[in-house]
């Protein structure tokens, strides 16, 4: 790892840096009993919370992945490192996952669905991620209009079977990582903005008109594979994103 003689200039944290994002990918089959011993107090009671073992799997994973991926920049043991999780509208321990201030200003974005785990890492600027499974019991078109404008929906007419589904979570993880990056969460419905249709590159199309003024932002389509979609949202110019398998960081 190259961590250099100040830990808070830009550019010094494993090839972190300003316009870069890195994408770590991991499985919830890469969870192992030892990763019990990364989390902390808040994590093992909402893990315990969770009643299904594939829940539960993927919950482990993400959070060794995350855990395992700030070790690796900050240079320290991943159960050592402070995680906030403040929800900013209740107070409850639900909210995005934040880097305490002190150890630097470090970003990221947590997601996990289906057979897919996934963390983007960002230097100084908000980021989201999001992916989901293509599955043909998805109830598309009782999602549509909590998910799509009017001109986003026509984009799928014409479409059937599981390429209607894809196109439907290819619309789906894009509005969601936007949203993860604004951290506004329920309060900014995905219906009320709008991107590009799944065929072509990403894009914020229209904000809604409490929006105008907001930062750039930068939207990426990822690869995750097994019949997964996936989306990256970065505040403003996101020029490089990397991905990277983050099965080892889970040992």
């Not at 984009?155 to 993860?180: D, H, I, P, Q």
Request: net charge positive; aromatic share 4%; proline share 10%.
């Amino acid at each position: 790892m190259d961590r250099r003689d100040h830990p808070g200039r830009p550019g010094v944290l494993g090839g972190l840096q300003p316009g870069v994002c890195h994408v770590w990918w991991a499985r919830p089959s890469d969870a192992r009993p030892p990763l019990l011993a990364v989390l902390d107090s808040n994590e093992r009671q909402r893990l315990r919370a969770l009643r299904r073992q594939a829940d539960r799997d993927r919950f482990l994973a993400a959070c060794g992945l995350m855990r395992g991926a700030l070790g690796r920049y900050l240079g320290q043991p991943p159960s050592t490192i402070t995680i906030l999780r403040t929800c900013s509208g209740c107070g409850r321990l639900h909210g995005k996952p934040r880097l305490a201030p002190r150890l630097g200003p470090i970003e990221l974005s947590v997601s996990h669905g289906g057979d897919r785990v996934v963390v983007a890492v960002t230097w100084d600027t908000p980021v989201g991620v999001d992916v989901e499974p293509i599955s043909a019991d998805l109830p598309v078109d009782k999602l549509l209009p909590q998910v799509l404008t009017p001109r986003e929906a026509e984009a799928l007419n014409g479409l059937s079977g599981m390429g209607r589904v894809t196109g439907f979570l290819t619309y789906w993880t894009r509005k969601e990582a936007v949203v993860k990056a604004l951290g506004e969460g329920l309060t900014m419905p995905m219906a009320g903005f709008q991107v590009t249709p799944p065929r072509e590159p990403p894009r914020i199309t229209a904000w809604p008109t409490a929006a105008r003024g907001r930062e750039p932002m930068s939207l990426h389509d990822l690869h995750p594979g097994g019949h997964h979609v996936a989306s990256l949202a970065v505040h403003g110019d996101c020029w490089q994103v990397v991905e990277q398998d983050g099965s080892a960081l889970l040992d």
